[in-house]
């Protein structure tokens, strides 16, 4: 009996020895001295700093001060870590190696802790823990997101600590259960909720099935199980209820439940895949290169399939006493991570998955791929329990079958064994350049009552010399800091005002009179210049004319530069020899690669301002720089945006009163935005009572409290109005991608035939739809006309449907003459309707695989006999309604829409936007303008005067009368006009940016 116990041990210290090594030496021998950019990289730069400042659930230092999301989970089990690690002087590039190797180990120890408490034995278990640990499902986070893959880890462990709390009374395995859960969720819980799926199914089957237990006999082990887990995790839970509460909601602005369903279908699952981001692909190539080989190479795909495919013919062909429960959890783990999937297919289980998702609470579970451990672990499993049959039947050849099954599993995770599990594409030296250190101890230096102001924004943080993902700089120093960032942090307001600072130098429409102003306003003492960003890779301003404009700013001292200047290449893949290269003088010199300037007469972040002479602003972020460029906008004295106010009449009169000066601007638009990319992030300008798309990626701000779902009723917003006997919207325009603003439905109305509604590209048009609404009441129609784009296309529908008023409708067949000027005539029979819905249901291609190359469809002209629509801006209106007596007749400056779409290539020019200034009491129009070239051009209001209730004068409001413009920056084209932004308009009479 010893001598079989220590066969046993030695056979048991064999196989953990074997996956040991697998996990750690591989990791350790690949690219040695590099960190990648994993989860956080304050991790590295300062682990102390990053633990200090996690137990506070407001953080002052970032995006203007800010309700920290998540921050608190660093402090267990990660942040402790990475401190001892840094305390110890272990290199970050090595404690990395082993937190990665670690994660999976552990996991397949859990998996031979749960086999050993039901009593396995022989190479099946070595199998399975093999199997699980080294599932490909660790590729879809351990280059980036280990944190995400504890819940992973902790699986195995969690089923069979609860197996053993409903066998054993007590509180020894139940406190066990809880700190296992206390170090797997602390900073995701929504993963760690879907893997204790696993421990439910267990329970329900030792209940139902296997009838081990009475339902009566786990009632006090599951009591057990809960009470201890909320005692050791209620710190975090708390924690992230607050931030879900008082901060911003961050879930909106992050991938949408669409973007994460696409990618996980049925056989993706299976094998271990269905992350959306790691199929990800750009002009630089695959975004994980390593997960790119399951998609290209036949050999690997084939493999990652065979692995599963033995698994599964195991499950069929072995009978143990636990099959039921892990086939029940195979299914449960499949049915949570690949349901959102068939949405696409438009079935009931999809719509449910929908219909959850998109709810507050169901936005936190809606990456349902992290369910796939469950599925992970029944496919290892079963795979083990295929090898231990084998093995009783050919016992002399168990080993051989033992490490043939562990040989497919170690293959089948080939990026740990090439050196690619840290992906080129994310990782930095060890040592961050001295540049950023001394920039750093530079800005420690300075006024500490003032914050630090990056620039430029970008999606992540990907410098010449390596990727953090994090920018670094509230890593290194401790001084207040805000920059712009693909996820926004702060308040919506502050989320807003920082990218209405940075656009303008993204997209070359920076008014240099406007940023001192701005950032005085804000309390920044120092503008941070990163001039060593790979800008190619998110289309950033290039560094040697962003410094140029920002060196010739008035109110910055001259820049402070640290590291040597050198010349900052765009990648070969994608050289950015362009027009904005071309037109870049060879006198503008290469900056530093981090320069410091110096605000003159900074302002503190913390002040307190005289409520005398106030300054109300209607419009947003955008308003106020464009003010700030006009010299209307003082940082000194008290600034309040109209739209919080002016539904609080005795607030609003109090400013009023206090002799404000109100400034009018045509910003803060009714429109989608998208806040990932840098620059085009707003769709066109929407009617006033236009409902909101349902568009999974429009993450509009709310800027004052109110609904963003409802009409501007209050005048608060900058929106289009449709004159004419017609008001057109759609289902969608343009592609699901990037705002294409010139596809919008108004141009099937506007009686041109070169401007017209697309929608589609690049991907299905079936359902959609574009909808005409009589704005004068029912009326009759004897014909329409359908035009079909004529330009750019390759691609066009073949039949439609034709709905009015939501009942009635007709199926209407179009042919060659719909693509024609003259168009295709339809005879309606002097129908009366107010509504007609035209729907898409069919183009010449038919369903595709990939519509890649292929062109939108939609409509060039929509004809009913009436006259063509004019569509015009409309700016806020909410300081005109509560200033001028409703008995007066009220007007406002309005944009026109309308001519031919122009070439899309032409050198970057600026942009104009409208400002009005007027005072409160004194009724006198203050001079403004709003870059050069702005005339005064028509009244900004003109209401009738009556002796009984004055108002204020008559005030004209300077407007830009400018031809179409178009910035081409790299490989996107971004298009510029007055009021439009890629719209097909040739002048406009308002300095707008966009429609």
């Not at 066990?176 to 089957?205: C, D, E, K, Q």
């Amino acid at each position: 009996m010893a001598q079989l116990i220590a066969r046993l041990r030695r056979r048991v210290a064999v196989g953990n020895a074997a996956l040991a090594a697998c996990c750690y030496v591989p990791l350790l021998l690949t690219h040695r001295g590099m960190v990648g950019a994993d989860t956080k990289q304050y991790l590295y730069l300062d682990p102390g700093r990053l633990l200090s400042r996690a137990p506070w659930l407001w953080d002052n230092g970032v995006g203007f001060g800010t309700v920290t999301h998540q921050n608190i989970g660093y402090l267990f089990p990660m942040g402790p870590y990475y401190w001892l690690m840094d305390a110890i002087g272990l290199p970050d590039w090595v404690a990395q190696r082993i937190w990665f190797g670690s994660i999976m180990f552990l996991a397949g120890l859990g998996v031979r802790s749960l086999l050993r408490v039901l009593r396995w034995q022989g190479p099946g278990v070595t199998v399975a823990s093999f199997a699980y640990a080294l599932s490909p499902y660790v590729l879809h986070y351990v280059y980036k997101h280990s944190v995400i893959l504890l819940p992973f880890t902790a699986l195995p462990w969690l089923i069979g600590l609860t197996a053993q709390s409903l066998r054993h009374r007590g509180w020894r395995y139940p406190a066990a259960f809880a700190l296992v859960a206390l170090a797997a969720g602390g900073v995701n819980a929504t993963s760690l909720l879907l893997v204790l799926l696993g421990p439910g199914v267990w329970v329900l089957h030792a209940t139902l099935v296997d009838k081990e237990h009475t339902v009566r006999s786990v009632i006090g082990p599951l009591a057990r199980i809960g009470l201890l887990t909320a005692a050791t995790s209620t710190w975090w839970i708390t924690g992230l209820m607050l931030q879900g509460k008082y901060g911003i909601d961050i879930l909106r602005y992050t991938e949408s439940y669409r973007t994460i369903s696409d990618a996980a279908s049925s056989p993706e699952i299976w094998r271990g895949f269905g992350y959306w981001f790691v199929y990800g692909l750009d002009a630089f190539g695959p975004w994980f290169k390593a997960a790119n080989t399951y998609t290209t190479n036949v050999a690997v795909l084939a493999l990652s399939f065979v692995v599963p495919g033995l698994a599964i013919v195991a499950a069929l062909w072995t009978r143990f006493r636990y099959r039921i429960f892990f086939v029940a959890m195979a299914g449960t783990g499949l049915v949570v991570s690949v349901g959102g999937h068939t949405i696409a297919r438009h079935s009931r289980y999809g719509a449910l998955f929908l219909e959850f998702v998109t709810t507050r609470s169901g936005m936190a579970m809606r990456s349902t791929p992290r369910a796939l451990p469950l599925l992970a672990l029944s496919l290892a499993v079963f795979l083990g329990a295929g090898v231990a049959a084998l093995s009783r039947r050919a016992p002399e050849r168990r080993k051989v079958i033992a490490l043939a099954a562990v040989t497919l599993i170690i293959l089948n995770l080939h990026p740990l064994w090439t050196g690619r599990m840290v992906d080129e594409f994310l990782e930095r030296p060890e040592d961050i350049p001295a540049s950023w250190t001394e920039a750093a101890a530079r800005l420690d230096a300075g006024d500490p009552s003032t914050r630090a102001l990056e620039e430029p924004g970008s999606e992540f943080a990907n410098y010449r010399w390596g990727a953090t993902v994090d920018p670094i700089t509230p890593g290194i120093t401790e001084r207040d800091y805000v920059a712009r960032e693909r996820v926004p942090l702060g308040s919506e307001a502050s989320a807003d005002l920082l990218g209405a600072v940075d656009t303008p130098l993204q997209d070359g429409s920076f008014e240099p009179a406007s940023l001192a102003p701005m950032l005085r306003l804000m309390g920044v003492g120092d503008l941070v210049l990163r001039s060593d960003l790979e800008y190619e890779r998110y289309l950033t301003p290039r560094p040697r004319v962003l410094a140029d404009a920002i060196a010739r700013t008035p109110g910055l001292a001259p820049a402070e530069g640290f590291g040597t200047a050198y010349p900052n290449v765009a990648d070969p893949q994608v050289p950015l020899i362009d027009e904005i290269e071309l037109a870049t003088p060879a006198s503008v010199r290469d900056p530093a690669p981090v320069s410091v300037h110096k605000v003159k007469d900074p302002l503190a972040m913390v002040r307190s301002v005289s409520a005398a002479r106030p300054q109300i602003v209607a419009g947003s972020g955008e308003g106020l720089v464009s003010a700030a460029g006009a010299g209307v906008l003082d940082p000194t004295r008290l600034v309040v945006y109209s739209g919080s106010v002016t539904n609080r009449p005795a607030e609003l009169q109090r400013l009023l009163d206090a002799d404000a000066d109100l400034v009018v601007t045509d910003s803060n638009r009714r429109a989608a935005r998208r806040l990932g990319p840098m620059r085009d992030t707003e769709g066109y300008t929407e009617l006033a009572d236009q409902a909101r798309s349902a568009d999974a990626t429009d993450s509009r701000l709310d800027l004052f409290g109110r609904p963003i779902e409802r009409s501007d009723a209050d005048g608060v917003q900058t929106v289009s109005v449709q004159r004419g006997v017609y008001a057109a919207t759609a289902s969608g325009y343009g592609n699901s991608t990037t705002f294409t603003p010139g596809d919008r439905a108004a141009y099937a109305i506007d009686g041109d035939p070169s401007t017209a509604w697309r929608v589609g590209f690049s991907e299905p048009a079936d359902g959609e739809w574009i909808e005409l609404r009589r704005q004068d009441g029912a009326g009759a129609a004897s014909s329409l006309r359908l035009v079909q784009p004529l330009d750019r296309v390759n691609r066009w529908i073949t039949k439609v449907r034709l709905t009015f008023d939501g009942g009635e409708s007709r199926v209407v067949t179009l042919g060659e003459s719909s693509r024609t000027e003259a168009g295709q005539v339809i005879s309606l029979g002097e129908r009366r309707f107010t509504r007609l819905r035209i729907t898409v249901l069919a183009t010449n291609f038919g369903v595709l695989q990939s519509y890649r190359g292929v062109s939108g469809v939609g409509f060039a002209e929509v004809d009913l006999g009436a006259d063509p629509t004019l569509e015009v801006i409309r700016p806020p209106v909410d300081l005109v309604r509560a200033r001028v007596p409703s008995s007066q007749s009220t007007g406002w400056p309005t944009c026109s829409s309308a001519g031919r779409p122009r070439s899309r290539r032409a050198l970057p020019t600026k942009r104009r936007r409208c400002v009005g200034l007027w005072n409160s009491r004194r009724n006198d129009p203050s001079s403004s303008a709003v870059g050069r070239g702005c005339t005064p051009t028509r009244p900004m209001w003109s209401p009738t005067r009556s002796s009984a209730s004055p108002g204020p004068r008559s005030h004209r409001v300077p407007a830009c009368s400018r031809p179409l413009r178009v910035a081409r920056h790299g490989r996107s084209t971004a298009m510029r006009q007055p009021c439009s932004r890629a719209a097909s308009a040739t002048s406009h009479r308002c300095g707008s940016r966009r429609t």
